[in-house]
Each structure stands twice: as structure tokens, then as C-alpha cells.
């Protein structure tokens, strides 16, 4: 699977690598569990733009909607931290 890469002059350009690292780890688990940011949607209650805006790294997560994230993937919050963690670049 091909991570994200911002292009070049958008607006999300400053968007840490964290939270790059974030979107392209929620996009891994939401496509292995073979779901649509729509799925997500009708899980969560929340609209599928917001699932979208994390994975391009527009939008970060506070420690609780975190772990609502996780609760809805079936995830490990741990697990996921660590996941992560191993994305981020230098």
C-alpha cells in the first residue's frame, strides 16, 4: 500500500509527520478491515470528511477520540501507538 505524500504548494504541506504518520496507519487498518471512510461514517456517527482529513494529515486526534477510533476499528489502543510510533519519520 502507497502512503500519503502531501503535493506540493497545497495547503496541507505543513502537516507534521506525525500526523501524516496517523492518517497513512488509519488508512492501513480501515482498508485491512475493508471498510470505506463511509463505513467509518456509519460506525462512528461522524461524517466521512472527517475520516479523510485525518488520513491526509490535515486533522489530529485528541487522546479520546483516539481511542474512540480504535473502539470502532477493534484495535488495540496500545498496539496502535506502536504502530505508529514505527511509521514516523525521523
Known sequence: MEAYKPK????HLKASP???AL???LR???KDKGLTMRDMAAISGLP???FGK???GIRGLDILEFLELCQWLGIDYRSAITQINKL???
Open 88 to 90: 514516523q519519520t525521523p
Open 18 to 20: 506525525k500526523r501524516i
Open 23 to 25: 492518517g497513512n496507519w
Open 8 to 11: 506540493r504548494g497545497e495547503a
Open 54 to 56: 485525518i488520513e491526509q
Open 28 to 30: 492501513e487498518q480501515r
Open 48 to 50: 466521512h470528511s472527517y
